[in-house]
């Protein structure tokens, strides 16, 4: 019953936040030094429930550690910040690769013949409940080498998308209202870098985010947190969008955190 788990989630939030995974945020989230104090707090508690909820397994030989298993909730639970969250009620397991794996993919041509070939991934999100990650391509975006590029960001977004049952880059927003301001301003910033990458335009948003509006949600996701200055900049009405959805605002905390240097716990 739902009483039940609210009741045992309460709990989860209460327990001592363990040492060692502070250690973990503060050396493998960018972006958890940056965050305020509360915002510190709640995202503490939130991993908490969404690491005695979720199922983590290791593929490939790969072992399992609270090193990869804190990374990953941490950046999963920055998305549910400051929102109602059911911490994502379809996703039952994470799956983790070592490196980037390969997986099958079917294409149908024009006259229907379907064929089937391996493509190199680093992360996918199913709709039946889980997601799949490439550890060294999480930990590539942890050392910030990879641009606006976050694997991690990129595939909870998917699951945001999904959670009303369509992952069509319209997740679900808190009024109904609000949703003809995303489709125009998201479906028109979404044209746009189509147009770019087909011109071969500069942009920061990457060129993946071109291949359909599920994939540009993710895309913008990650750019909203990893580099909402040039995001916000670039994309003003696109950044409010996400702002607003999101409930955070990284520009504001980033440039405090810049203005001052006192270690938060």
């Known amino acids: 019953m739902r009483w039940i788990k609210q009741r045992r989630r309460s709990q989860?939030?209460?327990?001592?936040?363990?040492?060692?995974?502070?250690?973990?945020?503060?050396?493998?989230?960018?972006?958890?030094?940056?965050?305020?104090?509360?915002?510190?707090?709640?995202?503490?508690?939130?991993i908490q429930v969404f690491l005695s909820e979720k199922r983590f397994e290791g593929a490939a030989g790969l072992q399992m550690t609270d090193e990869i298993r804190v990374c990953i909730a941490a950046h999963a639970c920055i998305l549910l910040l400051h929102r109602?969250?059911?911490?994502?009620?379809?996703?039952?397991?994470?799956?983790?690769?070592p490196h980037t794996y390969l997986a099958k993919r079917s294409d149908r041509d024009p006259l229907g013949l379907v064929t089937e070939r391996l493509e190199p991934r680093a992360g996918e999100s199913w709709t039946l409940g889980t997601v799949v990650l490439a550890w060294d391509a999480v930990a590539r975006a942890v050392s910030s080498v990879a641009g606006c590029r976050n694997v991690a960001f990129h595939e909870f977004a998917h699951q945001l998308d999904g959670e009303d049952g369509q992952?069509?880059?319209?997740?679900?927003?808190?009024?109904?209202?609000?949703?003809?301001?995303?489709?125009?301003?998201?479906?028109?910033?979404?044209?746009?870098?189509?147009?770019?990458?087909?011109?071969?335009?500069?942009t920061i948003l990457h060129p993946y985010g071109a291949t359909n509006p599920a994939e540009f949600f993710a895309v913008v996701t990650e750019c909203f947190f990893t580099h909402p200055g040039p995001l916000r900049q670039r994309h003003p009405k696109l950044y409010a969008q996400l702002r607003h959805y999101f409930r955070q605002d990284?520009?504001?905390?980033?440039?405090?955190?810049?203005?001052?240097?006192?270690?938060?716990?």
């Open 12 to 46: 989860l939030r209460k327990r001592p936040f363990p040492p060692t995974w502070n250690t973990i945020l503060e050396r493998s989230v960018p972006i958890y030094p940056h965050l305020p104090a509360p915002d510190q707090q709640e995202l503490k508690r939130h």
């Open 84 to 97: 109602n969250t059911d911490y994502y009620p379809a996703l039952y397991s994470v799956i983790v690769y």
């Open 167 to 202: 992952v069509n880059g319209a997740p679900i927003l808190s009024d109904r209202s609000q949703y003809e301001a995303w489709e125009r301003i998201l479906g028109r910033e979404y044209q746009q870098l189509k147009r770019d990458v087909q011109q071969g335009s500069p």
């Open 250 to 265: 990284p520009v504001r905390f980033l440039a405090e955190e810049a203005g001052d240097r006192t270690p938060r716990s």
